[in-house]
């Protein structure tokens, strides 16, 4: 029950809800996430290991590091994700022949198939979105501009 000696009063607008840019991002995110769960579950991926799998369709033999940056993840997160995608037969982690220290993610044939099934995702997205193609594009394009500035702090 409110205490008597502080009366309610609406909240400003810097303070509501529905004005937050991080609300706005989380909800969207959790949407998103949403729309994707019954797409990636019909190839086998959570939606972890198909960011993974979209950077190596883009670029098979890449190191951890490299993944890890792509991603903004840390080789905590990563390497749990990467675990089980090998045991699941689409890469393979082995050591670099120059490097020992480094490890290079390749994608197995099983891997490089599933590249076709997935191509079958963006175009739910878009439908679901119901945006054109430059919207999402332009939308794409604000929210990474926004994510390096906040990077920047």
Known sequence: MPSNSH???PSPPQLRLDNQVCFALYSASLAMTKLYKPLLEAI???YPQYLVMLVLWERDGITVSELGERLFLDSGTLTPLLKRLETSALIARL???????RVRITLTPSGRALRDRAEAIPPCVLESTQCTIPELSALTTELKQLRDRLGQR
């Open 95 to 101: 050591r670099d022949m120059q490097d020992e220290r």
């Open 44 to 46: 086998g991926l959570t």
């Open 7 to 9: 009366p309610y009063t």
